[in-house]
């Protein structure tokens, strides 16, 4: 049975515009999204994008929800995908 992922972010300002991404996991019972990368880094493009958002600058705060993941896995998780998500910022600097 497959795992998929999905990420939802607000493009503007506003709250008003809301892109979503969804992706199947390649892996099955793997906690980590293997994606994350590059699902947070195409809603920061359209953060920046002109047709969207167009923000000059990466959004000041980037709030998650995760779920699926038992509690003796949270503090490996967080440790991982917190890095995935700072990388993903930085890249977009």
């Known amino acids: 049975m497959s795992s998929y992922t999905g990420m939802v972010a607000s493009v503007d300002r506003w709250l008003g515009q ?6 199947i996991q390649s892996k099955l019972r793997k906690e980590m ?3 994350l990368v590059d699902m947070i880094k195409s809603r920061l493009r359209l953060w920046k994008e002109p047709n969207h958002g167009g923000h000059a600058n990466l959004p000041e705060n980037i709030l998650v929800y995760r779920g699926g993941v ?3 896995q949270y503090q ?3 440790n991982e995908e ?3 998500l700072r990388r ?3 890249n977009m600097c």
């Open 76 to 78: 490996t998780v967080l």
């Open 33 to 35: 999204v293997w994606d």
């Open 70 to 72: 038992s509690e003796s």
């Open 82 to 84: 917190v890095s995935l």
């Open 88 to 90: 993903a910022c930085q």
């Open 18 to 23: 809301w892109h979503a991404v969804l992706s």
